[in-house]
């Protein structure tokens, strides 16, 4: 009987010892990897002029809760637009605009939208690009590059 109790904890001590070292070694293959998906990548949309403050400051409060470890695009049609328009817009959503592309924002403005209003993008604050195919078709590609899709 004493026999295969000494034998039982050898097999479990041996299964362990070889258990460990693959797991190990897994977790170090894992941890570069990790690192690079420690980035983020969202798009945010952006249509409603009610909305253009509320925005701003999520993509702040996102910038400032990640470390700077984000990609954020910003995709802005229809009536919000009109907020970016360089001449009477206010000081406070320039000012808050322009940190927030100093912070790494990428900011896309429909072409078809700007067609609409009749403006082009030296009239939105610098920054803008335009998104030829328009917003919604950006969004979807923005997506179909891995950008998590938020709307608030």
Do not use: W
């Amino acid at each position: 009987m004493r026999r295969r109790d000494i034998f039982r904890v050898g097999l479990a001590g041996a299964a362990g010892l070889f258990g460990l070292r693959p797991i190990k070694a897994a977790a170090d293959e894992v941890k570069p990897a990790a690192a690079e998906e420690e980035r983020q990548k969202v798009a945010y949309h952006l249509s409603d002029l009610d909305k253009v403050n509320f925005v701003l400051g999520n993509i702040k409060n996102h910038f400032e809760g990640t470390d700077g470890k984000v990609d954020i695009a910003l995709v802005v049609h229809g009536p919000a637009l009109a907020a970016f328009k360089s001449k009477g817009i206010s000081a406070a959503i320039s000012g808050r605009f322009a940190g927030l592309v100093q912070d790494g924002l990428s900011p896309h403005a429909c072409a078809n939208t700007m067609h609409g209003m009749d403006i082009g993008l030296a009239d939105l604050l610098d920054g803008f690009h335009a998104a030829d195919r328009g917003g919604v078709v950006k969004l979807a590609k923005l997506q179909r590059q891995g950008y998590v899709y938020l709307r608030p």
